[in-house]
């Protein structure tokens, strides 16, 4: 956790050999400590992180790993 929030990587087998590529942002969780609440955000163009609106803040991490997990929209999981 690197200040107000957590930023998920995932690391794929390209195919070319035994090791994963790079790891590439795959979600960043912010906690909103006014709030006290979470949001979900997914990667962008040029390293720019974008509110899952789907998801609205909420005091329940647990909610927003499960949108991440169904990902309905694709922004996530290729």
């Not at 979900?40 to 329940?60: D, E, K, S």
Request: charged residues 15%.
């Amino acid at each position: 956790m690197e200040g107000c929030h957590v930023t998920l990587f995932v690391a794929k087998a390209d195919g070319s050999g035994p090791h994963p590529s790079p790891a590439a942002p795959l979600a960043q969780f912010r906690f909103h400590s006014e709030l006290g609440q979470w949001t979900l955000h997914y990667p962008g163009a040029q390293n720019r992180w974008h509110i899952f609106l789907n998801a609205g803040p909420t005091l329940n991490l647990e909610r927003l790993l499960r949108h991440l997990d169904e990902d309905p929209l694709n922004l996530f999981w290729e």
